[in-house]
């Protein structure tokens, strides 16, 4: 399943660190929250694109397949 040495590599940092937290999703989030903080220019900036909201009485159209 894990043939990628990159995957099988992140993987296993991801359950070392789960451990050292006892698998406590609370202290997981407050460990990423505080990681972000140190390093923000690690962070994917995504920028939230605004819905267009039909207008009353139209149809949508459906989505090209």
């Given at each position: 399943m894990?043939?990628?040495p990159i995957l099988r590599e992140?993987?296993?940092m991801k359950d070392e660190s789960a451990?050292?937290?006892?698998?406590?999703?609370?202290k997981i989030f407050r460990?990423?929250?505080e990681n972000?903080?140190?390093?923000p220019g690690r962070m994917a900036a995504i920028t939230p694109?605004?819905?267009l909201q039909a207008k009353p009485g139209t149809v949508p159209r459906k989505a090209a397949k």
């Amino acid at each position: 399943m894990h043939s990628d040495p990159i995957l099988r590599e992140v993987h296993r940092m991801k359950d070392e660190s789960a451990r050292e937290m006892d698998y406590n999703i609370h202290k997981i989030f407050r460990r990423m929250r505080e990681n972000e903080k140190k390093h923000p220019g690690r962070m994917a900036a995504i920028t939230p694109q605004p819905v267009l909201q039909a207008k009353p009485g139209t149809v949508p159209r459906k989505a090209a397949k």
